[in-house]
């Protein structure tokens, strides 16, 4: 059994996207929420079929979960990110265990349900990855309060609310949350979809929303012909008030980002797709770490682009490595 949490410690990160600086120099303060966290579980099989026992190989754990894997990967390329998320049960003291990374403070919020258990079988036959998601815990009302408090209670520069919202948490959950910090100045990104990303951006003031197509098709209502297309429909979100910055991650037909000064288009590489896993989580942590440095868009999405593509070339639930995303960024800059 391989354990996702036994990555070295990484003692130099990248800055100012060039050079390398020692860790100890002033970094900013990042946050993230997970209110949905989950241990991910990865293995392979010859050949995924029903009845019958299949036998796997290879398999490993790591922690995860939208705003989780952000701070993995943040953490990574060398920051330190307080990692605010549910635990409960025991795969909540597994989650705890497999979270001591360099680099990642912990905030558990305790829970009286089980923390879920996700499973990604990649199928060496056919190439193919299948990815079983449960629903995860029901939250009563003083677990997701405990969860907003602990985030407003935190003193950072950045929050990150990524992942979905687990049964009994409410719809209006992340424009609560982004109430909560706004008076501290706290740029709020979010990932998220349906009901819930709509009432955050109803609320508005956030610094960065980053749904997929299909979560942004769902929350406008409609389809959109061309990538173009998409990152105007975006550009009303920025124009509003919503949000200062709208990306919208589409797959191998690569990402779009809208902001003041209009919308940027960066088509996807082409290159082989070991695992979706972690790719958009991927992609938010590239663009927060580029951010932080004080980049400008292009450059973020250039990072965000190269840390998701990074990342679906990864197999399993690993996410990937920082040398792994500069070889990148010179393609999508």
């Known amino acids: 059994m391989h354990c996702g949490n036994s990555f070295g410690l990484w003692k130099f990160r990248s800055c100012r996207f060039h050079t390398i600086c020692p860790i100890g120099q002033a970094m900013s303060s990042i946050a993230t929420l997970t209110l949905n966290p989950a241990i991910d579980s990865a293995c392979e099989a010859d050949r995924v079929f029903p009845t019958h026992k299949v036998r796997t190989y290879g398999e490993r754990y790591d922690p995860g979960g939208g705003g989780i ?25 597994l989650l705890d265990e497999l979270l001591a990374l360099p680099g990642i403070v912990r905030h558990p919020v305790a829970i009286h349900d089980h923390t879920r258990l996700s499973l990604t ?13 449960p629903e995860g815990p029901l939250l009563s009302g003083d677990e997701w309060r405990a969860a907003l ?27 609560l ?7 501290r100045g706290v740029k709020v990104i979010v990932d998220c979809h349906g009901e819930p990303l709509k009432r955050a951006l109803a609320a508005g003031g956030l610094f960065l929303v980053k749904p997929s197509l299909g979560e942004f098709e769902a929350l406008t209502g409609h389809s959109f012909a061309s990538p173009k297309d998409a990152g105007q429909a975006a550009l009303d979100y920025v124009r509003a008030g919503s949000t200062r910055f709208f990306a919208v991650t589409m797959g191998h037909e690569g990402a779009v980002l809208a902001h003041e000064g209009g919308v940027l288009v960066r088509p996807g590489a082409n290159v082989a797709v070991k695992s979706a896993t972690g790719a958009g989580d991927s992609f ?20 965000g682009m190269a840390a998701g593509t990074a990342a679906v070339m990864s197999a399993g639930t690993g996410l990937c490595q920082p040398e792994e995303i500069q070889p990148l960024l010179q393609h999508f800059r």
């Open 69 to 93: 894997n952000v701070a993995r990967l943040l953490a990574r390329l060398g920051r330190t990110v307080d990692t605010v998320y549910l635990s409960g049960g025991a795969s909540g003291s």
């Open 284 to 303: 938010v942590a590239g663009m927060l770490h580029a951010f932080a440095d004080g980049a400008s868009p292009a450059e973020a999405l250039a990072w």
């Open 177 to 183: 949350l982004s109430q909560a910090v706004a008076a």
């Open 121 to 133: 079988v990649f199928e060496r036959e056919s190439g193919q990855e299948f990815r079983f998601v």
């Open 149 to 175: 408090d602990r985030c407003a209670g935190l003193a950072c520069e950045w929050l990150v609310a990524s992942g979905s919202l687990p049964r009994g948490t409410p719809d209006e959950f992340l424009a």
